[in-house]
């Protein structure tokens, strides 16, 4: 009913036969808990009125028929596992407000296109690693903050662009992209940690002017890697 206003952890956490969630035009429904609806096999759909500000940890993770996501345009955050091993799950649309993806928030599920707003400022830990499916990434100018390992194992990622406000690129970023052929760092990057190991398609890399050091290992294993320009810095 539409005077729900909050569903709490694991209410329908476990309940395999559910398909569908109707969440009315007029709902009240502001939070909803973390695990809420965590493995729940069978959800095909989910569509959150702009009314919910706040969703907990995992709160849609494992759900293995999960295809379409709407997310409510009153979210600031994608907190950490929420859409976790949602392998069926291809387009991601994240809301212009959100400022935040949380660690592992989209981990190993389907994303083949993540559209990031220009309001994200932080992508946390694994964020979109193990997406099989990813092909590029355009991180936003208004990222500041990015943890490890946001793309790790991102088999099929070819093509990736690191924006001018990051100063750091993290350890393991990219590590085993495998398929990772075209990469742009913009000016403003000023350390290159070990982010590009094992990435075997990647035959060549450009180091602009502001960076100040590369880590040890940085292109470990890069081995098709032909051409690096170096900065006079």
Not at 30 to 42: D, L, M, S, T, Y
Not at 78 to 104: A, D, E, H, M, N
Not at 184 to 211: A, M, N, Q, Y
């Amino acid at each position: 009913p539409d005077s729900v206003k909050v569903i709490n952890g694991s209410a329908f956490r476990n309940c395999e036969s559910l398909e569908n969630v109707t969440i009315g035009s007029n709902s009240g429904l502001c939070r909803i808990e973390g695990n809420a609806f965590q493995k729940c096999k069978v959800l095909k759909e989910i569509e959150l009125p702009d009314t919910v500000t706040y969703l907990g940890s995992s709160v849609f993770a494992e759900c293995d028929a999960l295809t379409d996501v709407t997310l409510s345009m009153g979210l600031t955050g994608i907190p950490s596992g929420s859409f976790q091993k949602c392998v069926p799950l291809q387009k991601i649309i994240i809301p212009y407000r959100v400022t935040g993806i949380g660690q592992g928030a989209f981990r190993k599920s389907g994303a083949e296109y993540v559209f990031l707003p220009d309001s994200v400022v932080e992508i946390q830990k694994d964020a979109f690693a193990d997406c099989q499916r990813l092909k590029a990434v355009l991180i936003p100018e208004s990222v500041r903050t990015l943890g490890e390992g946001i793309f790790r194992q991102c088999m099929n990622l070819g093509t990736a662009m690191i924006g001018s406000c990051i100063e750091r690129v993290p350890d393991n970023m990219f590590a085993l992209c495998a398929r990772l052929k075209n990469v742009r760092i913009e000016r403003g990057v000023r350390h290159i940690g070990k982010s590009f190991t094992g990435c075997t398609s990647l035959e060549e890399i450009e180091i602009p002017d502001s960076v100040e050091t590369i880590a040890d290992f940085a292109f470990s294993g890069c081995s098709k890697l032909k051409y690096i320009t170096l900065p006079e810095s």
